[in-house]
Every structure is written in structure tokens, then in C-alpha cells.
């Protein structure tokens, strides 16, 4: 049994004699961005009785920047949470897709200049999750973030419920214990031992040979542009973009791509290595666009990291009995198309709304995904294509040596066609996300 940590009182009753008002308890493996939002769309949506279990002992500053794309903005609307949101955010006016050799290849607004209802944001993960951990712990309570515990092992009961293992590290001291909910939710991200114990021996995140470095630079507002860019040719590429001001400076996100050398082989098992930035600053010497230097912004930088670039295979199936996968546990996917975080957040939503309106736990998880999977795993695929910086390798593929011209090199109609195909996979046209959100849960609609 775990002692000393606020999950000891559900721990008697396997986890069933939770204090509210008698419907569903829902266990959520995981307290990164799509656990925390589930919980807060169930307590919108009426459930109260939801625990998220996390590893990690305390919340960190984890990780660089990401954008959330209106459709997730919406939905983060919905919950009450954009004003706290924006307070550390920016919105994303302008994407700009460049050739290596400077020559712009293709812009379009983003967010309320694209005639979207809500904004496209750029934000720090970090801020993000605390905005969320924050009005978990105020909306349902202090003890229903438990962290230091992990999920380590899964078994259907006869009645569909699942029963679930835990391990609670607190320093030296460990405790194991078993609960039963009503609701697993796995949402531990792409090496979910949930989704682990659904497919047993899938085995690790497959590689495909690339490295991605990410940090973050402060910098001075007059170094770095207003607009969002995606750099590169066929082989490596460059994100940056500002995410917050503070003062006179920004707050500048950035992530480069490209294939692994021969030396760099021991990072495919090594997930976040803290290297110098001189290891691949090299690599984007001379890459400058439109004022805004690559190379300095990288300078900047207090510290990176490498990762190896990884999704995870199209599941046929996310859900057995009551227990279901969601975000990076049921649909990791190339970090293209700023879709990662953004779909998590609808897939929390869509969840919340299936558990509301149907009275069978098993029966709401199989409809969120019919909902949810079919999207998610075409962008999967498309992402494994490039996504809309596919434009960036056709014009490096028709003009490797730059261009005067983009539209003598791809045509205005097909830079366009590239994009709304991609938003229309990803759900993202301004006339279907401007109609509100599909999951809000009507008044009474609880079974």
C-alpha cells in the first residue's frame, strides 16, 4: 500500500470510495498536457471523481515551445482558460516557409488574421501545463493531481474495468498498490506503459534516422522577426518563432532537424541530451531570413537538446473495455504541422463529451474513437510526408540552387492546394472550427 501520499484514501476501497457525486471515477495515466486537460474537460463536463497520476515527483519547466493551433485554442476556451493562457503566450499572426538560400517560398496569416474565431498561439510547454496543473488542483482539488506514481501494469476485469498497478516513488522509500476504476485514461505520452499493456510487444518509438535539437533564446525584439519560420531543404530544417515578450526582449523558440551521422548513432535511446550548441550550430551557419539570423538566435540559447525523431505506428484500435489511450499515447506523430499538443487538446474534449453522453463507460470510449482515431492517424501519415513543409523539399527538389521567383518554381495554386489539404486532414478550416465547439456537453446530459 502507498502511505504518505495524498492517494492513501483511495486506496482502501480499491480506489472506488472517492468523495463526490457518484458517477464514474476516472484514473488518467499521465499529467503532461493531454492528461491534465482531460481531467479539466470531465470536471466541465460534470465528472468529478478523476485522479491523474504522474510520475514525475514535481512539476518541471520541461521542454521548448509549441504552438496550439484555433482548434485547440477553442476548445481551451471553452474550459475557461484563455485569458491565463495568453498572459504567457503570443499569438502566431504569420507563417513564413523559406529555402535555405533565403528565397520565401510560401506565407500565409495564421490564427484571427486567417478569419479564425480564436487565435493561433505560441507557447512555452512549461506555462502551458502550469496554466492547466493549476486549474486542476482549483477545480477539483488538490489530491486529484497525484505525482511520484506511475502506472506499471494493466489487467481487463471480467466486468470491462480495468485494474491498475501502481508504483509511488518518494526517494529512497517505494509503495506498490492496485485500483479499480471505472475509467482508465492512458495519456503517458509516446512510451506509455498503458498503451504497453494494450499491445503488448509493439516494443519502442521507431527512428527514422533524423536528430531534432530544440531550446529556447531571449533575445532583443529588433533581432527576431513577428512572424513564424520554417526553413530548410530536402535534408535539414529550422523552426523559430517568438512566444513572449518580456521588456525589450522576446522569448524565442527553435527546433532544427537532419539526419544523424554516423557518430551521432548512441542518441537514438537517449531522449532529452542536454548538448552544446556548437555540436550543430554549423550546420545552419549563413541561414538568415529576412533579418532574422539563425545562427544568432542559436547563440543565444542558455542550453539544447537532441532528441531522435520518433512517432509511433496507427493503432487499429485505442480502446479495450474502459480503458482508452489519448494524445502522444495513442497517436504520436512527427513534430510537422504544430499538431502534437493540438490534437491532445481536442482528443480530451472529444473524450469528456463520449464519457457524458453515454451510459455504458465502454461504449462512450469506442464512439470518442470512431471520433477521434480516423483524423489522428491521417495525420499520422501526412505528417510522415512532411505535411505542408513538403513545399520546402519541392522547392529545393526544382531550384536546389535557390530561386528569384517561387511561383516560376511551384505554382500559387499548388503552394495553396499543399496547405488546404493539410488543414482540411487536420480539421483546421476556419469555416468548420469558426461553427464552435462540437463537445460541449448539454445541461443534464449525464446518463
Known amino acids: 500500500m502507498i502511505h504518505g501520499s495524498p492517494y492513501e484514501p483511495f486506496l482502501p476501497d480499491g480506489g472506488r470510495d472517492l468523495p463526490g457525486s457518484g458517477l464514474l471515477h476516472v484514473v488518467v495515466a499521465g499529467g503532461g498536457i493531454a492528461g491534465l ?65 533565403g528565397g520565401l517560398i510560401f506565407r500565409e496569416p495564421r490564427g484571427l488574421g486567417a478569419g479564425y474565431r480564436w487565435p493561433q498561439l505560441s507557447i512555452h510547454r512549461a506555462h502551458l501545463q502550469e496554466v492547466l496543473a493549476e486549474a486542476v488542483r482549483e477545480r477539483l482539488g488538490a489530491a486529484a493531481l497525484v505525482t511520484g506514481v506511475r502506472v506499471t501494469r494493466v489487467e481487463p476485469l471480467p466486468d470491462g474495468r480495468p485494474r491498475v498497478q501502481l508504483e509511488h516513488r518518494d526517494g ?51 533581432a527576431v522577426g513577428s512572424f513564424m519560420i520554417i526553413a530548410g531543404d530536402d535534408r535539414q530544417k529550422a523552426v523559430v518563432y517568438p512566444m513572449l515578450r518580456s521588456g525589450n526582449d522576446v522569448v524565442v523558440n527553435w527546433a532544427l532537424a537532419r539526419p544523424a551521422d554516423a ?23 549563413g541561414w538568415e531570413f529576412d533579418g532574422v539570423s539563425v545562427p544568432e538566435v542559436l547563440r543565444a540559447a542558455d542550453t539544447a537538446h537532441e532528441y531522435p525523431m520518433v512517432d509511433r505506428e496507427p493503432l487499429d484500435r485505442w480502446s479495450h473495455g474502459r480503458t482508452t489511450l489519448i494524445g502522444d499515447a495513442a497517436h504520436a506523430m512527427y513534430p510537422v504541422g504544430s499538431n502534437g499538443a493540438t ?60 530561386f528569384t521567383d517561387i511561383h516560376e518554381v511551384i505554382p500559387a495554386a499548388e503552394l495553396a492546394a499543399i496547405a488546404a489539404r493539410y488543414a482540411a486532414t487536420g480539421a483546421c478550416e476556419p469555416t468548420a472550427v469558426n461553427q464552435g465547439s462540437p463537445y460541449t456537453v448539454p445541461l443534464g446530459a449525464l446518463p
Request: proline share 7%.
Open 37 to 101: 486537460t482531460t481531467a479539466l474537460a470531465l470536471h466541465a463536463a460534470g465528472f468529478d471523481r478523476v485522479t491523474v497520476v504522474e510520475s514525475s515527483r514535481e512539476s518541471r519547466s520541461v521542454g521548448a515551445g509549441l504552438n496550439l493551433l484555433p482548434p485547440a485554442v477553442r476548445e481551451l476556451d471553452a474550459l475557461g482558460l484563455l485569458p491565463r493562457l495568453e498572459a504567457g503566450a503570443l499569438r502566431t499572426r504569420e507563417l513564413r516557409y523559406y529555402h535555405r538560400s
Open 172 to 222: 529512497a522509500r517505494r509503495g506498490r498498490a492496485s485500483l479499480e476504476p471505472d475509467v482508465l485514461v492512458g495519456a503517458d505520452g509516446i512510451r506509455s506503459a498503458v498503451r504497453a499493456a494494450l499491445n503488448p510487444g509493439e516494443g519502442s518509438p521507431p527512428w527514422n534516422g533524423q536528430l531534432v535539437w530544440r531550446g529556447v533564446s531571449r533575445m532583443p525584439a529588433r
Open 263 to 285: 557518430r551521432d548513432e548512441e542518441c537514438r535511446g537517449d531522449w532529452n541530451r542536454p548538448v552544446p550548441v556548437e555540436t550543430f550550430l554549423h550546420h545552419y551557419e
Open 343 to 402: 490534437q491532445s487538446v481536442v482528443d480530451a474534449r472529444a473524450l469528456a463529451h463520449a464519457l457524458a453522453l453515454h451510459r455504458d463507460p465502454a461504449e462512450a470510449l469506442a464512439a470518442y474513437e470512431r471520433d477521434r482515431r480516423p483524423a489522428t492517424t491521417a495525420l499520422q501519415l501526412a505528417n510522415r510526408r512532411l505535411g505542408p513543409e513538403v513545399v520546402i523539399d519541392l522547392a529545393h527538389e526544382r531550384a536546389p540552387h535557390g
